[in-house]
């Protein structure tokens, strides 16, 4: 197989899929602060949901896991430019950065709330944890890299029966590790574990495998062949298996009335945790989108591409625009502007605007728009000093 090198400091492509992972995470949560239904009932409640309202919720599942996936492989990039062993303390380091970021800022931008009495594991710190055990990942070969991350994808969902106790320690660790779960703590405070980490662990570790094609990259042509096929194989499997009901997610699809229902019920994959179909489904997708983008010009697409470019630097900046402008709303329309402040989940909202505050579908697409184009000048910015400033140990973690 023909190889050819390259400066893997910035691959164009998967900056531009994680740019364009990130403006759409942006639409998911616009919907979350400003969109009527959501305050009601689930976009995937099958028995309440409108075709439109699906379609924006199945569109916004691709990011989470393209954005670990990509996480892993940016972690590869990283230990080709640095030795093994500070290649494991900064993933150690990061990581742990990370966690206490979502921990504080990250928290507080979701509630606005002072005194925390709602905190989740999040994308953010579920990216940190994982990146702290690649910290130790990264010392085996290269094919034991790849097969942990495999097998744990593959096999994680024959673990769905386990359970423990309510409440007891094992309970607890469970939940962090492959369960969702909700913890009150008693004087209005409470925990959710909502993203577990043993599956997302398994993306990270193919992420960063999935890194070596930019390595010792192939020839535009064999690479984009190599991507389509992967992309390809991982949707085959989806729906081999989720045509089988047999195994892959814990919820199996069902004929409804309407047939496109069907199709709805038949796309009604399990999130928390990624069941398998879900990251066959979704990683499918983004390798597909890869492999088209694979040896094109995207400077006509620098906008999307600088998104990905500061990714961690967009999603808190982003989180704090939303719910501020949310806050704003609400009291120009009359509501207490502390309607806003959440002391549970933000999709848990103050009786007086349940059923009263939000907006149509088409608002939020408008809102959403309005914010990512608000938002582009400050990462442009950011970028900037990025660049004026690499040599600052600090700027890599941000």
């Not at 489904?281 to 983008?293: C, E, R």
Request: with cysteine; aromatic share 18%.
């Amino acid at each position: 197989m023909k190889t050819a090198s390259i400066n893997i400091d910035r691959v164009q492509s998967v900056d531009f899929l994680r740019g364009l992972v990130m403006i759409i995470m942006a639409l998911d949560h616009v919907r979350a602060y400003f969109h009527f239904d959501t305050f009601l009932f689930s976009p995937t409640d099958l028995e309440r949901t409108t075709g439109a309202m699906f379609a924006t919720r199945l569109i916004t599942h691709l990011c989470a896991p393209t954005f670990i996936f990509l996480a892993g492989t940016s972690a590869y990039f990283i230990a080709q430019r640095k030795t093994l062993k500070d290649t494991s303390i900064f993933l150690l380091t990061r990581g742990l950065w990370l966690v206490i970021l979502q921990v504080t800022i990250i928290q507080f931008a979701w509630n606005f709330d002072p005194g925390f009495h709602f905190l989740s594991s999040n994308i953010i710190s579920t990216i940190g944890f994982c990146m702290i055990l690649l910290s130790f990942l990264i010392h085996l070969p290269f094919n034991g890299i790849l097969i942990t991350g495999i097998v744990v994808i593959a096999l994680h969902n024959t673990l769905d029966n386990i359970s423990f106790e309510r409440g007891s320690i094992n309970d607890v660790i469970w939940s962090f590790l492959h369960q969702r779960n909700l913890y009150d703590l008693g004087n209005n405070y409470s925990f959710r574990f909502l993203y577990p980490i043993i599956p997302w662990f398994g993306v990270m570790a193919l992420g960063f495998c999935f890194g070596r094609l930019f390595d010792k990259r192939y020839f535009p042509e064999e690479k984009k062949k190599l991507l389509l096929q992967l992309g390809s194989l991982s949707l085959i499997v989806f729906f081999a298996l989720r045509m089988s009901n047999s195994y892959g997610d814990p919820t199996p699809w069902t004929y409804q009335q309407q047939a496109g229902f069907t199709v709805l019920s038949f796309l009604n994959l399990e999130k928390y945790p990624p069941s398998l179909l879900f990251l066959c489904f979704t990683l499918g997708i983004s390798l597909v989108i890869l492999g088209i983008l694979e040896g094109r010009n995207l400077e006509r697409w620098r906008p999307v591409t600088l998104f990905g470019k500061v990714a961690l630097f967009y999603y808190v900046l982003h989180v704090y625009v939303i719910h501020f402008l949310a806050l704003v709303t609400v009291w120009v329309m009359g509501y207490p502007w502390q309607t806003m402040i959440f002391l549970r989940a933000h999709s848990q909202p103050h009786p007086l605007i349940k059923g009263n505050f939000g907006f149509s579908l088409g608002v939020i697409y408008f809102i959403w728009i309005a914010v990512v184009c608000a938002l582009y000048p400050l990462c442009v910015y950011w970028n900037s000093f990025k660049i004026r400033n690499k040599s600052k140990w600090w700027v890599s973690y941000v």
